[in-house]
């Protein structure tokens, strides 16, 4: 089949897709990472019985629903629109070796943003229990995407024993796959830290605020610490 080609003489097709991916990433790991931070950090205050906690994760939660439901849902369909105008051949051939896996990752989406959903509007509405669980499922739906959509992105840069078989599990389970997926977890909760840093910088009960803040590093510090060994592995 025969595509129309869309040029960018000035900005260029890979700046743009690399432009809006960017953004994306910064968002859709936060996405993931954030889904873990609300759930644990709601734990805690339960255990702790530490109301101001959990009224600090109540606007957090809708700082969370905003960026990662508004901005990361535009910029998804951002880069679709993007890939698709620049490189059409190329995203085709993404659809048909992986359709099922696409299709695999729309339902944990649509189970990550449905959880999002009630997990935001049930503070006053689920009893804890419940409240957390709607939590859980939130964040393994975003889980099980990122684990979906990694072995596809991983494909275009070491596709491995696919060129030979043309299986898509060789493709999507590529050398690659599992030190992508790890290296990606880590700054999940690196960028769940960074993010509530940011929203911890404006609570002005000063006490509550050193508390988050100290609570937020230890997640940056967590998801920084792995990177350089499982960035060596990947390289190699």
């Not at 743009?16 to 644990?40: D, E, K, M, P, R």
């Not at 019985?49 to 959990?54: A, E, F, I, W």
């Not at 503070?123 to 939130?138: F, K, N, Q, S």
Request: proline share 4%; net charge neutral.
């Amino acid at each position: 089949m025969n595509y129309p080609i869309w040029d960018l003489p000035i900005l260029g097709g890979g700046i743009l897709i690399g432009t809006i991916a960017i953004l994306h990433v910064f968002v859709s790991h936060f996405a993931v990472g954030g889904g873990l931070f609300l759930v644990l950090t709601e734990r805690k205050a339960y255990r702790d019985d530490d109301p101001d906690l959990l009224a600090y994760l109540r606007t957090h939660s809708t700082f969370f629903v905003l960026v990662v439901l508004v901005f990361g849902a535009v910029s998804g369909v951002g880069i679709w629109w993007s890939i698709g105008l620049v490189s059409p051949a190329a995203t085709s051939t993404l659809i048909h070796v992986f359709v099922w896996v696409w299709a695999m990752e729309w339902v944990a989406f649509f189970t990550e943003i449905a959880a999002a959903f009630v997990y935001y509007y049930g503070w006053d509405r689920l009893d804890r229990r419940t409240h957390m669980i709607v939590g859980w499922i939130y964040f393994g739906a975003a889980w099980v995407s990122l684990f979906q959509i990694n072995g596809i992105l991983t494909f275009m840069l070491t596709p491995g024993r696919w060129i030979e078989t043309r299986s898509f599990l060789d493709g999507w389970l590529n050398p690659t796959a599992m030190p992508s997926l790890l290296i990606r977890t880590s700054v999940c909760l690196a960028l769940a830290g960074v993010y509530a840093l940011l929203t911890a910088s404006a609570v002005e009960e000063r006490v509550l605020r050193l508390r988050v803040t100290r609570h937020a590093a230890g997640w940056v510090l967590a998801g920084v610490a792995p990177l350089a060994p499982l960035g060596a592995w990947y390289i190699a």
